[in-house]
């Protein structure tokens, strides 16, 4: 594994994997405001044959966290008619769950180990 640096940005870059070619590098970007974060989770194929595979991310909080996804900005009816993001939710997650808000601009969720039930949702935004 090897770790880069810069001024807001840091790179995990793991050793391809010998059985898939495949390489995975996350990267965490810091804004120069200082306020918003990016993760990117990178695949990259280092074989010499195509393949199909699909990325799963998962994005989990410490103790009181918080996460803080963004709404993408509308556009207004009937400029555009197509979706432009989802919210996939598993069939155990309760909607009303005090740890979910969500408004025209952001969703967000409070970790709380207090909680007693799971909370699992997961967001294409």
């Known amino acids: 594994m090897k770790?880069?640096?810069?001024e807001n940005t840091l790179?995990?870059?793991?050793?391809?994997?010998?059985?898939?070619?495949i390489?995975?590098?996350?990267?965490?970007?810091l804004d120069t405001n200082g306020q918003n974060v990016h993760i990117d989770?990178?695949?990259?194929?280092?074989?010499?044959?195509p393949i199909e595979l699909s990325g799963w991310a998962l994005s989990m909080m410490?103790?009181?966290g918080k996460a803080v996804i963004p709404i993408p900005e509308?556009?207004?009816f009937p400029e555009e008619l197509q979706p432009n993001h989802s919210i996939i939710v598993w069939l155990y997650i309760n909607l009303d769950d005090e740890r979910i808000r969500i408004s025209n601009q952001f969703i967000t969720i409070d970790q709380n180990?207090?909680?007693?039930?799971p909370l699992k949702?997961?967001?294409?935004?």
């Open 23 to 29: 390489q995975k590098i996350i990267r965490i970007h």
């Open 113 to 117: 180990p207090q909680a007693q039930l």
């Open 3 to 6: 770790i880069e640096q810069t």
């Open 74 to 76: 509308k556009i207004p």
């Open 121 to 125: 949702i997961g967001f294409n935004c």
């Open 11 to 21: 790179s995990i870059i793991q050793d391809i994997e010998e059985t898939t070619n």
């Open 41 to 49: 989770h990178i695949l990259i194929n280092k074989g010499i044959w």
């Open 62 to 64: 410490g103790p009181g």
